[in-house]
């Protein structure tokens, strides 16, 4: 980690006028860009001598753009390449390297990755802005710094479809340069997950964080599977192992579900002056949403302790599938709403029900929530949902996802690194980000 690689970062600016696009140069390098990218397809009217103009203004060393972008027509018509005269300078063919980008959300990597294959620049979307394939400026330079990022460095990511809510880049890079481990960690948006891993199979690419919806697929992709994940039949993390270049996949969803909601009900029996040694979910009903990766993993982490598990999904023979592997009961999803057998039940969403951007919806009404000891929400965009706040204004204790996603990360983490994860520091990083 000692060796900086010396990366160019550009600002891509896009504005309607000149006037705009002036004060956007000065906003990026206030944000921290060397050089910045002048898409003048993006004005509304352009002519050579607002080039000109630009170019005299620039407070940064500059690069003017002109292209077409698929299914856009640009807002103006670029009159000035046919000023060839005056022009002339700006279509000279110069014997320089190549930049290539790749563009739409798969090309993502190639920004982020690019300084440890020889690139010498990288485009990043100013103000915070998202562009598909364009990484944040400030993203590039707080979360990812690539002026760390050699040949040497290892490539870790997630894996999910969609990938863009992880926060997973947010956690794991900056642990990494907390340790001094000589890696990276990127979004990877991936539909087949078989052919992704046979693709990216060479040793650089040392392990992955698997999301939805390939944490079951994941786990004939593996050359071996820890006994905790087979028996659960999903995994979340991926590792190259360095000496024989095999994959192995691990759960870590599992013990940090557990962990989180037997934390959470231990702090409340003590507070009421409750001591034992047995677990707290032994012998309650365990009323599981979601028959997907984190509910199987949540599903054996119950009955392991000792919890009758019932389960809920929308497509029920999943949730009957997942029933018989765990001695427990399935019933219809359109049942839940009203599910109320016993009081001190645990209720655990994990489905996608209440995340980011349907974050009105929630998987049980607030007026049915007063049967629960304990509500855990898997989800973690947003950190505090619609089903936590309910179950918290009606009295019930709750866990977050983040709490899990806090956990989780830090199993990986030391998978990553095949060390000790830094755990203040990660959990730090994380309150701070969510």
Request: charged letters at 20%; a neutral charge.
């Amino acid at each position: 980690m000692g060796f900086k690689n010396r990366v160019l970062v550009c600002a891509s600016i896009e504005s309607e006028t000149t006037e705009e696009m002036v004060k956007s140069i000065g906003k990026a390098k206030e944000e921290g860009a060397d050089l910045v990218e002048l898409c003048m397809d993006s004005l509304a009217a352009s002519s050579l001598s607002d080039v000109e103009l630009l170019l005299k203004q620039r407070a940064l060393p500059t690069i003017v753009s002109f292209r077409l972008r698929r299914g856009r027509v640009p807002r103006c018509r670029c009159t000035w390449k046919l000023d060839a005269t005056s022009g002339r300078w700006l279509m000279h063919p110069c014997h320089v390297p190549v930049i290539v980008r790749a563009v739409g959300d798969r090309g993502l990597i190639s920004q982020l990755l690019g300084p440890k294959y020889g690139a010498f620049m990288v485009c990043g979307s100013l103000g915070g802005r998202s562009v598909p394939g364009l990484p944040p400026l400030l993203s590039l330079k707080n979360v990812y710094e690539l002026d760390n990022v050699d040949v040497d460095t290892k490539v870790f990511g997630v894996v999910s479809n969609p990938v863009g809510h992880s926060k997973g880049p947010l956690l794991h890079n900056p642990a990494f340069r907390y340790c001094r481990y000589n890696g990276i960690y990127v979004p990877l948006l991936v539909d087949n997950i078989k052919e992704f891993l046979r693709v990216y199979s060479c040793a650089d690419f040392a392990g992955f964080s698997i999301g939805l919806p390939h944490k079951e697929a994941a786990v004939a992709c593996c050359d071996e599977v820890d006994p905790l994940a087979k028996s659960i039949g999903a995994v979340n993390t991926i590792i190259r192992r360095p000496t024989d270049g095999k994959l192995v996949g691990y759960n870590t969803d599992c013990d940090a579900c557990i962990t989180a909601i037997e934390d959470a009900l231990q702090e409340r029996q003590t507070s009421n002056g409750e001591v034992t040694n047995v677990s707290p979910i032994a012998g309650r009903l365990f009323v599981l949403v979601g028959a997907g990766g984190a509910g199987r993993a949540l599903a054996f982490g119950a009955k392991s302790k000792g919890a009758r598990v019932v389960i809920f999904n929308r497509n029920f023979e999943r949730a009957q599938c997942l029933a018989r592997a765990v001695s427990g009961e399935a019933l219809p999803i359109e049942q839940l709403e009203t599910y109320c057998p016993e009081n001190g039940m645990i209720l655990a969403n994990c489905s996608a029900i209440g995340m980011e951007p349907d974050v009105h919806l929630t998987p049980v009404s607030k007026e049915h929530l007063r049967s629960y000891d304990l509500v855990f929400d898997a989800v973690y965009t947003p950190r505090n949902t619609r089903l936590l706040q309910e179950a918290a204004e009606v009295g019930v204790t709750i866990v977050s996802g983040v709490e899990m996603f806090i956990r989780q990360a830090l199993g990986q983490f030391k998978l990553f690194t095949n060390g000790l994860a830094p755990e203040d520091f990660m959990r730090k990083v994380v309150l701070e980000q969510f």
